[in-house]
């Protein structure tokens, strides 16, 4: 393939939010709180109702629906979908965690980078092509990516709020594009999530899906040299 230019998605792709149960206890000790006894169960329980960076809520109350369904178009709606969804969490033993728990994805320390991110991005840098993030968003992610140790691999950062689009929509793939200075057919995409990141395709972008992995885990991120 003749690539001049990859765009990674963030959130599965590059990284993953830490693990639930060090996200509540790191939450928990942002405000001087014991871990609940049952933190485990309450980890799992907010996970489900809707942890920032996936997965995805199964179901979103009526009130915060309009919230949510705008939550990447910035820091105002992102912050106001996800801790409204973490304050519904029927065990929550402090309504201050909801946002702590929210405050917590704001940070590196809340992240976990995979493990063979920073070396195929290091690989590819070697080898002339150019590197964007493109991630649909509502804060800002350049913090997050310099603690990982990602940030100095990449020649571009868009983030759907900044630029006023949301994947799976055409115009934030070509904006990355447009970052690095190559055509859609000199680029390509790799993502986790079949229909945001798969809308690359509409804008005349290949596009390499790989699914989720765990936090911590190596992701098979060396298939992408394998592309170009």
Not at 85 to 95: H, K
Not at 150 to 166: K, M, P, Q, R, T
């Amino acid at each position: 393939m003749d690539v001049r230019g990859v765009l990674f998605d963030v959130a599965g792709t590059l990284a993953m939010p830490e693990d639930r149960d060090a996200w509540l206890a790191g939450a928990a000790a942002s405000l001087g709180l014991a871990p609940p006894d049952d933190a485990a169960t309450l980890a799992a329980e907010l996970e489900r109702v809707g942890r920032p960076g996936g997965p995805y809520p199964a179901t979103v109350p009526d009130a915060l629906l309009d919230i949510y369904n705008n939550r990447d178009a910035g820091p105002q709606a992102h912050r106001a979908a996800y801790a409204g969804l973490l304050a519904t969490a029927p065990s929550l033993p402090d309504p201050r965690l909801a946002t702590a728990l929210y405050e917590r994805i704001l940070a590196p320390e809340g992240w976990v980078a995979y493990p063979d991110a920073a070396p195929a991005l290091a690989a590819l840098r070697e080898g002339g092509v150019r590197i964007a993030a493109v991630s649909n968003v509502g804060f800002d992610l350049r913090p997050v990516l310099a603690g990982l140790g990602l940030l100095d691999h990449l020649d571009a950062i868009v983030l759907s709020y900044e630029v006023g689009a949301v994947k799976p929509a055409p115009r934030i793939f070509a904006a990355a594009c447009t970052a690095l200075g190559v055509a859609p057919a000199e680029a390509l995409m790799v993502g986790d999530h079949a229909l945001a990141d798969g809308g690359a395709a509409d804008a005349g972008i290949r596009t390499l899906l790989i699914p989720m992995s765990a936090a911590g885990e190596p992701h098979g991120l060396d298939a992408v040299l394998r592309l170009v």
